[in-house]
């Protein structure tokens, strides 16, 4: 099942900070989160495992809740680079899928 | 390194008729994927591989078949095409499969098919 993410678009000032969440109804091994920006492929940012551990990623970091099946994506101090789809992709235990949620659209301003 | 690529980038097709997109890599990845992205939407996989001669239905794998007779190549084929298979085909490898915590995809481009 499509893991759930949310907002669906964010706007930003450049510094401005957000985070992103991605849901699953099922029991996670990972988190994968990736960038898309427009009209090129999606770009691997970061892996998440089971244990809560946070990455990171120039300002971007990403926590993750195995018991709650949730992972969060946090932006700090926004570039203009930043400017891309986020997804998140889940890994369940048992699968050998890897499957992405619909996206968040993030939009960078000056 | 040209890492993942696929072929055609832009492709118009009549219903009812069939094609074959390209992809090949040059890293040695042992899998391969097929992703198609609708407009707006996320990723949806169609199939993938996890060596030669060994491939795998996704979660939307109707309409297409594949074959891996070799680790660089993954051709995905489309049969008698339908409107509703325009989208934007996405290609993608990795060296790790999943479960190792370490999967990590690096995408082709993308190949753009319109079915009229």
């Known amino acids: 099942q499509q893991p759930v993410q949310s907002p669906q678009a964010v706007i930003l000032r450049e510094g401005e900070d957000a985070v992103i969440n991605c849901s699953s109804s099922k029991a996670l091994y990972s988190v994968h989160w990736y960038r898309q920006k427009h009209g090129e492929a999606p770009v691997f940012l970061m892996i998440?495992?089971?244990?809560?551990e946070q990455k990171g990623h120039e300002k971007i970091s990403a926590s993750f809740n195995e018991k709650k099946q949730q992972s969060s994506l946090y932006l700090t101090a926004s570039q203009l680079s930043y400017s891309g789809t986020y997804f998140c992709g889940t890994e369940s235990y048992n699968t050998d899928k890897l499957i992405f949620g619909t996206g968040t659209r993030l939009q960078v301003f000056p | 390194n040209a890492g993942v690529t696929q072929t055609p980038k832009f492709r118009i097709l009549k219903i009812g008729q069939s094609m074959t997109l390209q992809c090949t890599q040059d890293m040695n990845h042992n899998y391969m994927y097929w992703y198609r992205q609708d407009p707006g939407m996320g990723l949806k996989l169609i199939y993938y591989?996890?060596?030669?001669?060994?491939?795998d239905k996704g979660e939307v794998p109707n309409g297409y078949n594949v074959s891996r007779s070799t680790t660089e190549d993954f051709p995905l084929r489309l049969e008698l095409a339908a409107p509703s298979q325009t989208s934007v085909y996405f290609c993608a490898s990795s060296k790790q499969g999943f479960g190792s915590g370490a999967n990590v995809l690096t995408f082709g481009a993308g190949s753009r098919l319109t079915v009229l």
């Open positions: 591989s996890v060596g030669a001669g060994i491939t």
């Open positions: 998440l495992l089971k244990g809560g």
